[in-house]
């Protein structure tokens, strides 16, 4: 099975059981959490349910393209069932069965894996789902997002899509996998993971000084463009100017331009920045009163 | 009559970590419930828990609660009746709250006169009826690390029902019979279809595997026999140490068939304990992995294998590591080829990662990293990490060299502290960070430092435990012992005293940094140093603490007085602490670590040898005779100040010169008598058989003393005199311990 009919498939599989395909986010995430699907749609009593690719970049993970298993970017397939049905995990194991990984040929195991994102304000309980001691996918019941407890539960369904291609075709090397009949994933990404590692990594004609100066002003840039967002009551701008807050701290970090002090300090500004965008929104009814 | 009592809670995947402490939980609670509700269970109730069920057996619970008759005594008659015989609003209000009528209470006679009361009779309900409020308690009841809010709630007044992992399923039989019993969902749920959860009388097995049926269907039992025998049926092993044994035997047989042993010691048998409760019907498999990794260090190998992916290392014959590893698998057969391929796989993408870092790391010699410690932070008022491995370098050479008395350790041992934290800016340790210490020791050993330098960076984050076999043992720490013992002092106790300089001292269950454990770690050490190190030194507290609060800056920082009398408080208590586990008496370790004549002088290895001489003589009618009048010796000898007594022993203070009586020159002549062999005992702290036995022989001479001698006397001179005997006397005993503590209770 190829990867794009992986995602044909779990993307058919969701739809049936009644989710929205939706699109990525147009911006750079660290996870498809940051998605407004996930994050703003969790928020509120208002069912929902949506499936979707999330590219999800991870500078600090860049390898040049040349470690098999780690990317600067890779591939999420993210669900989100609202309110958790009652059988969330039959559910999800039907959803392997149609990619053709028949749990009764593998061990398949549930292990404890409790999630967090200290720069979103939110966490969850679940469990990192093992295929034969390979983590193919993170399963988490939602508990609290942009500081707001949650009420119903969401479920939130993250799909290792490579891992799980990796184990379909049998190969050891993201780069050697079948994005399509005949195209490698090699063809498809390598270029982009050479190129995003040495940007991430500072490797570019300016000095690491002015690099490192450059994007802290980038973060204030954003910054200030994403509280005067909130404060205009333009949730969704806001949003997308908090991630680009978020990226552009992955990067410095991934510079190696940050003390461990200041990291902390980044991370707790992000976050303020996300629970400001969490409260406007359920604020403005957006959560409390849907339709929009 | 009794009847069987079967519950299962059936859950989505429960923690590992959680069953053993539920499980116990479990049974307690469903027993005090069951008292509770007044339902007799004659037996203890036997818990039992899988990943995926929390069950309890009551084997007989009485199958109605016992009848109550009791009498409730109402207001005294002649305030419950006026004159003319007619009830007061005091007799109403009695009836009124019991919901009788006035006429129908009765009058009853006793010691204090006659009153009202209202005679009470409840016929015992029928358990079926009161059961249900005994599994809502018990779902209350049970405590988890961390609780879930899953849209569930219960009918009991009490809303939503937070639990570890959602609840799937109920069994819940009364002699067979389903109680009925619905855990609800919260309104918005429930308008979404998420059904409730209801008692019924099927459970469920393996979620993937089953002898008959469709896996994962529900299964009907009847009780518990055949609910054991049906999970069996469908691969759930209900009892943990079935699950237990089967995995160690497998293990074994798996690891012999590659010509092996299971190897990885105590991470590989801490592992077992762990296993057990992540799968129903286990079973293993053998894996490898290409020979070249076998040249990453085994520190590395077994931390991936383990840690990261629970599987169990082979070791040879001669304790060396092999390709081979073993992964429990939940399944119903051993050494499925594809689990074993892609078990593989895994492993090796992970060993692949090592291997890199272990090359990245190299290029550099661990020495060359230390710059790169600034941009660490320790914490915000102590600066940077580079700064803590500056200071611990000088306080690792005080300790080898003063307080050790080792100079020939001391350039090791402050080589050895200023190299210790450089592995956290090493990538393996920023991908296994439970490498800290051991992956600084091993690049140290590759960049060619002395073994007194490497073993000392690699052990420097134990003692962990605080039992006297806590690792490292000798035979880990070879040369390294006194380097290691500087080093491993100063790093805690620069964290120690540092951090209650910042005002960060634990409080309560509050101990972010951790300093209850760095304290246990420094007596660990003090408290066994002739064993790990070979020395005869023995340090005292005062030397340590003032050694590590000069590294901080000393004088002109010196630490306000109520710091530092935190931080002695919080040393004793934890040095008793460490004492009493290692299960010492708990009176005994208050006496031998008194703060005498401050707790600068307490030294963890004397009290530790006084502890191992007390229990000899504890039980002495002469040690306890001492003991006994050693408090009075200890309050008349407060009337004379350290000071007067100074100016009596150097003649400055005027004593009588009268005769002594017979008791008191007695008591005289034997104190100058056991003075020596005391004091030689106390000087080389090894002795303290031979000071005990001196100190208890004091006691006929004291009991003589306080009988036949009055020491207040009204002459001031000969009162001076007499105190500052029992002065003397409390000195020379308080060296070895305040045996006023020891008083035998009567029992």
């Known amino acids: 099975m190829t990867l794009q009919d992986l995602i044909a498939s779990l993307s058919r599989f969701w739809a049936s059981r009644g989710c929205l395909i939706h699109q990525p986010l147009d911006t750079e995430v660290g996870a498809g959490t940051m998605h407004p699907e996930t994050f703003l749609r969790v928020l509120g009593p208002r069912p929902w349910r949506v499936a979707y690719v999330q590219p999800s970049r991870r500078p600090a993970d860049g390898r040049f393209g040349e470690n098999p298993n780690r990317l600067f970017k890779h591939h999420q397939f993210q669900v989100i069932l609202k309110p958790s049905p009652d059988a969330a995990q039959d559910l999800y194991l039907d959803s392997l069965r149609v990619c053709g990984i028949d749990p009764s040929r593998h061990d398949v195991r549930f292990e404890e894996d409790n999630w967090e994102s200290p720069t979103l304000g939110a966490w969850g309980i679940g469990w990192q789902v093992l295929l034969d001691g390979m983590e193919i996918t993170q399963f988490t019941y939602f508990q609290q997002a942009g500081g707001i407890e949650l009420s119903p539960v969401s479920v939130e369904l993250t799909y290792g899509l490579e891992r799980i291609a990796m184990h379909l075709q049998g190969v050891d090397d993201v780069y050697d996998l079948a994005w399509a009949p005949g195209v490698t994933y090699r063809t498809v990404r390598h270029q982009d993971e050479v190129e995003q590692t040495k940007y991430a990594f500072g490797l570019i004609d300016m000095p690491e000084a002015e690099f490192a100066a450059g994007h802290r002003d980038l973060f204030e840039q954003h910054h200030r463009l994403a509280r005067t967002l909130v404060r205009s009551g333009l949730v969704l701008p806001a949003l997308d100017a908090c991630l680009k807050c978020s990226h552009t701290f992955n990067i410095l970090d991934a510079s190696g331009g940050i003390g461990v002090t200041e990291r902390a300090a980044y991370i707790l500004r992000v976050r303020e920045l996300a629970v400001a965008v969490a409260g406007a929104h359920a604020g403005a009814g957006g959560a409390a009163a849907p339709g929009a | 009559m009794y009847r069987e009592l079967l519950i299962e809670i059936g859950c989505e995947e429960l923690p590992a970590g959680w069953l053993p402490p539920l499980v116990r939980q479990l049974g307690a609670c469903v027993g005090a419930r069951l008292d509770a509700a007044r339902l007799a269970c004659p037996s203890p109730p036997e818990p039992f828990a899988t990943p995926r069920r929390l069950a309890v057996r009551a084997a007989r619970v009485a199958e109605r609660q016992p009848d109550i008759e009791e009498t409730l005594t109402g207001p005294p008659l002649r305030a419950a009746l006026t004159a003319g015989g007619d009830p007061t609003p005091a007799a109403l209000g009695f009836a009124r709250k019991h919901g009788v009528a006035v006429n129908r209470l009765i009058r009853i006679d006793t010691p204090k006169g006659t009153y009202l009361a209202h005679r009470r009779r409840q016929r015992g309900r029928a358990a079926r009826t009161v059961l249900g409020g005994v599994l809502a308690a018990v779902l209350r009841d049970l405590a988890f690390p961390k609780k879930m809010h899953w849209d569930a709630r219960l009918d009991d007044g009490r809303g939503d029902l937070l639990f570890g992992r959602p609840i799937r399923w109920l069994v819940f039989l009364f002699g067979g019979r389903v109680v009925p019993f619905v855990i609800g969902r919260t309104p918005e749920a429930a308008a979404r279809g998420v059904a409730p959860i209801r008692a019924g009388s099927t459970t469920r097995g393996h979620r993937f595997f089953a002898r008959d049926a469709r896996p994962g269907r529900p299964v009907r039992v009847g009780s518990f026999a055949e609910y054991r025998k049906t999970l069996k049926r469908h691969y759930v092993l209900l009892s943990r140490e079935e699950r237990r044994a089967r995995i160690a035997k497998k293990l074994e047989s798996n690891a012999k068939r590659v010509g092996g042993v299971v190897g990885g010691a105590g991470g590989a048998a801490s592992l077992l304990d762990e296993v057990p409760d992540l799968v129903e019907y286990p079973s293993v498999v053998t894996g490898r992995f290409p020979e070249e990794f076998l040249a990453l260090p085994d520190e590395v190998l077994k931390t991936t294998m383990i840690h990261h992916q629970h599987y169990f290392p082979v070791a040879a014959g001669d304790g060396r590591l092999t390709e081979h590893f073993l992964a429990v698998t939940n399944v119903p057969q051993d050494n499925v080829p594809a689990i074993a391929r892609n078990s593989e796989r895994v492993l090796v993408a992970r060993l692949r990662d090592a291997r890199f870092f272990w090359e990245a790391d190299r290029r550099a010699p661990l020495a060359a990293r230390l710059d790169r410690l600034d941009t660490l932070r320790f914490h915000a008022k102590l600066g940077s990490y580079l700064a803590k491995a500056r200071r611990i370098e000088k306080l690792a050479a005080a300790v080898a060299g003063d307080a050790f008395g080792a100079p020939a350790q001391v350039d090791h041992a402050a080589r050895a502290a200023r190299l210790a934290k450089a592995d956290l800016t090493t990538d393996m340790v920023g991908e296994f960070p439970e490498l800290q210490g051991v992956m600084g020791g091993i690049y140290a050993r590759e960049d060619g430092e002395p073994e007194e330098v490497w073993r000392a960076v690699y052990h420097h984050y134990l003692p962990i435990g605080v039992t006297a076999d806590a690792p490292p043992r000798p035979g880990d720490l070879g040369r390294a012992g006194i380097s290691w013992a500087a080093a491993a002092l100063a790093d805690k106790l620069d964290t120690l005293v540092g951090l209650f300089q910042a005002g960060e001292r634990p409080r309560g269950a509050r101990d972010p940094f951790g300093l209850r454990r760095q304290a246990h770690g420094v007596f660990g050490i003090l408290v066994d140093l002739p064993e790990l190190t070979g020395l005869t030194a023995r340090p005292d507290l005062g030397s340590l603490v003032a050694a590590a609060e000069a590294a901080h800056g000393g004088g002109e920082s010196a630490a306000a007085p109520e710091v530092t009398e935190r931080l002695q408080q919080f040393l004793l208590e934890r040095l008793r602490f460490v004492l009493e586990q290692r299960g010492h008496d708990v009176r005994n370790v208050r006496a031998a670590t008194q703060p005498w004549p401050s707790w600068r002088a307490v030294t963890p290895l004397d009290a530790r040898r006084k502890l191992e001489a007390l229990p000899g003589f504890t039980g002495s009618t002469e040690f306890q005779q001492l003991a006994a009048l050693f408090k009075r010796v200890r309050n008349i000898a407060r009337e004379l100040s350290d000071a007067e007594l100074g100016d009596v022993e150097a003649g400055r203070a005027a ?90 209770e009567a029992d």
């Open chain 2, 655 to 744: 004593v009588s010169d009268d005769a002594p009586e017979p008791a008191e020159a007695a008591l005289a002549a034997e104190i100058e008598r056991r003075r020596p062999a005391i004091a030689a005992a106390v000087a080389a702290g090894t002795d303290y058989h031979t000071a005990f036995a001196e100190a208890a022989a004091f006691g006929p001479a004291v009991d003589r003393f306080f009988t036949d001698v009055l020491v207040m006397a009204g002459d001031l001179d000969l009162r001076r005199r007499r105190l500052a005997l029992l002065k003397r006397l409390e000195r020379l005993i308080l060296q070895l311990a305040d045996v006023s503590a020891l008083v035998k």
